[in-house]
């Protein structure tokens, strides 16, 4: 730092000594200080750089801080949500905790209320089957009796037919009876109850029954042709009124038997739901 020049070595007087010798003591210490200088600008520039690198690490941890307080907000916020959502879900814990109460209540009352209908049910059943079974005999006894008469309408049907035969066979007998009487060759007389007519109504078992027209022609006979007519009239009003009486009682028939299946439908009907009704019940 210092150089010797040719006065520092030429001699010097007392003071100038001393000065010189104060000043070389002033420059060592400037030069002393100059180094002390230089290290503390090289210390001041490590320093610099230690407080850059602090500086830096600083702002890297407000940084982190920075994101520490934004993540410990969002937990604060995700806590709030969860104790908002904890006492929502034990107000909801307790709203379905009420209600499972009350439908087992429900449910129980329910249980209750199908063993009573399933008991009423069967009871009901019992009390349709017995009347439906009394009701049942009593059409088949009515369509036994219907059918008994039946029969016997056409046992009567077929004994008309065997009567109108029987009649057409004595209608002819009549004529020829008729003929011979009006020749003189069968009656010896000709009164009222010799006539033809006369004895078919005895042979018929009509004696006592006017036929029309018999009145007015008392006085005289009446022909054979005549005597068919009449026998033939009345038979035929005979079988007129057999057919009206068959036709009357196969309606009857008709009308029972739908109205006996009309009542078994409803019966089925009836027990058919009511078995519905306590199958749903058991289960």
């Given at each position: 730092m210092s150089?010797?020049?040719?006065?520092?070595?030429?001699?010097?007087?007392?003071?100038?000594?001393?000065?010189?010798?104060?000043f070389r003591g002033v420059n060592e210490d400037l030069n002393s200080l100059g180094g002390g200088i230089v290290g503390i600008l090289q210390s001041h520039q490590i320093l610099t750089s230690q407080v850059r690198e602090l500086t830096d690490t600083v702002k890297e941890l407000q940084g982190r801080v920075t994101d520490l307080t934004g993540?410990?907000?969002e937990v604060e916020e995700t806590c709030q949500e969860k104790e908002s959502l904890n006492e929502a879900l034990g107000s909801e814990l307790s709203t379905t905790q009420e209600a499972y109460t009350r439908a087992q209540s429900e449910v129980r009352n329910a249980l209750d209320e199908v063993s009573a209908s399933k008991?009423?049910?069967?009871?009901?059943?019992?009390t349709e089957q017995l009347a439906s079974s009394g009701t049942i005999r009593a059409l088949q006894e009515e369509v036994k009796e219907l059918r008994e008469k039946t029969?016997?309408?056409?046992?009567?049907?077929e004994t008309m037919k065997v009567l109108l035969q029987e009649a057409s066979d004595s209608a002819y007998k009549a004529y020829?009876?008729?003929k011979r009487a009006a020749e003189g060759t069968l009656f010896g007389g000709r009164g009222e109850d010799a006539t033809p007519l006369a004895l078919l109504k005895k042979e018929l078992g009509l004696a006592d029954v006017p036929l029309q027209g018999e009145n007015r022609r008392r006085q005289g006979d009446r022909s054979p042709l005549e005597v068919s007519q009449e026998i033939a009239r009345v038979a035929q009003e005979t079988l007129k009124a057999q057919k009206e009486t068959i036709e009357a009682l196969q309606q009857d028939l008709t009308a029972l038997r739908k109205e006996g299946s009309d009542e078994i439908q409803k019966f089925r009907g009836i027990i058919q739901d009511l078995t519905k009704r306590v199958a749903g019940g058991s289960r």
């Open positions: 150089s010797v020049t040719k006065a520092d070595k030429a001699p010097l007087s007392g003071p100038l000594q001393a000065q010189r010798e104060e993540q410990l907000k008991r009423a049910a069967e009871a009901k059943i019992r029969s016997a309408v056409q046992e009567e049907k020829e009876d008729g």
